[in-house]
């Protein structure tokens, strides 16, 4: 089993930017070998995919709302991802929530259930 832990959300003016972390535990001797994701979910929508990492957070992969303000990386020493976001607008507004593919390192998977592990989720606020 693995725990995912989504902490660094909160409220923040359009234009600013925000750290969120995901810690993980549990099985954590293979962290290093689990894709990374990052999705988000606005009140009434589909839970939309951001970006994803591969193992060692050398390969990435965004989406086309978020790329060039977004940035996902990882440290596997600490067995956490990240995800900053830059230049935050009000539509960014939704809960976020991390996930790890752990039977797969490749970045490229996009959709919700093709990840095996979730977060609780975290909410950001983006105001106008």
């Known amino acids: 089993q693995v725990q995912l832990v989504e902490s660094g959300g909160g409220l923040v003016q359009a234009g600013g930017s925000l750290r969120l972390s995901c810690a993980a535990s549990?099985?954590?001797?293979?962290?290093?070998?689990?894709?990374m994701g990052w999705f988000r979910q606005a009140p009434g929508k589909e839970r939309e995919f951001l970006a994803a990492?591969?193992?060692?957070?050398?390969?990435?992969n965004y989406a086309d709302s978020v790329k060039g303000r977004f940035t996902i990386s990882r440290d596997n020493a600490k067995n956490t991802a990240y995800l900053q976001m830059n230049t935050l607008k009000p539509e960014d507004t939704a809960v976020y929530y991390c996930?790890?593919?752990?039977?797969?390192?490749?970045?490229?998977?996009?959709?919700?259930?093709?990840?095996?592990?979730w977060g609780q989720g975290t909410q950001v606020t983006v105001s106008s």
């Open positions: 996930a790890a593919r752990t039977y797969s390192s490749s970045p490229y998977y996009t959709r919700s259930d093709e990840y095996n592990y």
């Open positions: 549990g099985r954590t001797f293979a962290f290093s070998s689990y894709a």
């Open positions: 990492c591969n193992w060692s957070g050398g390969s990435t």
